[in-house]
């Protein structure tokens, strides 16, 4: 069982805003600002699209945004288009493990 | 451009010993800024930690894993390598590995691999 806790489904239609919680259950993820999302399309690898709770990486879209208040981060998707359809992973430095990923949640755009 | 290739055996007998390998190109394994990482993900499941390495020798192990795994670093060849020894079906898996530092920025292809006798 995942330390980081996911939703295991969103859904929105294209042009909606939709936003994916992640909360851990320990106080190393509420102490640490290393959180950061992937998203990871069928049959290929995990893509980096948020780091250190809230920064992008050079090129990403700026539909792409992250937060985090106490010990819940959240991504936030605006203006969903269809080829954002995927899982989403939220991982954390928790200082002992140290590293922990969240369970997942599968993006459906309607 | 940094590049994460893993390779090793894609089947493995229970109770044998996985070994893979990730070779990195475009970039030096031996910053002192970044680890090593492994991080698999079994079929229609969530990723899942494995540990992470620095070229120093220092690592870092999934206290889940941790009294299978190792890890192992040659800054000659530019590459690190994971054994996961005592395999069970449970450890079929896509293994990756990745640069590690605040994040997982590069993320090798993924190997597939079956424990099956």
């Known amino acids: 069982q995942s330390a980081l806790t996911q939703p295991a489904s969103v859904s929105g239609s294209p042009g909606q805003s939709i936003t994916i919680s992640c909360t851990g259950i320990?106080?190393?993820?509420?102490?640490?600002?290393?959180v950061s999302w992937y998203q990871q399309h069928p049959g290929k690898a995990p893509k980096l699209i948020i780091y250190?709770?809230?920064k992008r990486p050079s090129g990403l879209s700026n539909r792409f945004s992250g937060s985090k208040s106490g010990n819940t981060a959240s991504l936030t998707i605006s203006g969903l288009q269809a080829e954002d359809e995927a899982d989403y992973y939220c991982?954390?430095?928790?200082?002992?493990?140290?590293?922990?990923f969240g369970g997942g949640t599968k993006l459906t755009v309607l | 451009q940094l590049q994460l290739q893993e390779s090793g055996p894609g089947l493995v007998k229970p109770s044998e010993t996985l070994s893979l390998t990730c070779i990195v190109s475009?970039?030096?394994?031996?910053?002192?800024?970044?680890?090593w990482g492994w991080i698999r993900q079994p079929p229609g499941k969530g990723l899942e930690w494995i540990g992470s390495?620095?070229?120093?020798?220092?690592?870092y192990y999934n206290p889940s894993l941790k009294s299978r795994v190792t890890l192992s670093i040659d800054t000659s060849k530019n590459q690190f390598s994971v054994q996961l020894r005592s395999v069970t079906a449970a450890d079929t898996a896509m293994y990756y590995c990745?640069?590690?530092?605040?994040?997982?920025?590069?993320w090798g292809q993924g190997t597939l691999v079956t424990v099956s006798s």
């Open positions: 320990t106080s190393d993820f509420g102490t640490y600002n290393l």
């Open positions: 390495i620095h070229y120093s020798g220092n690592t």
């Open positions: 990745a640069r590690v530092s605040g994040e997982l920025d590069y």
């Open positions: 991982c954390s430095y928790v200082g002992s493990s140290p590293w922990m």
């Open positions: 250190e709770v809230s």
């Open positions: 475009g970039g030096s394994i031996s910053s002192s800024n970044y680890y």
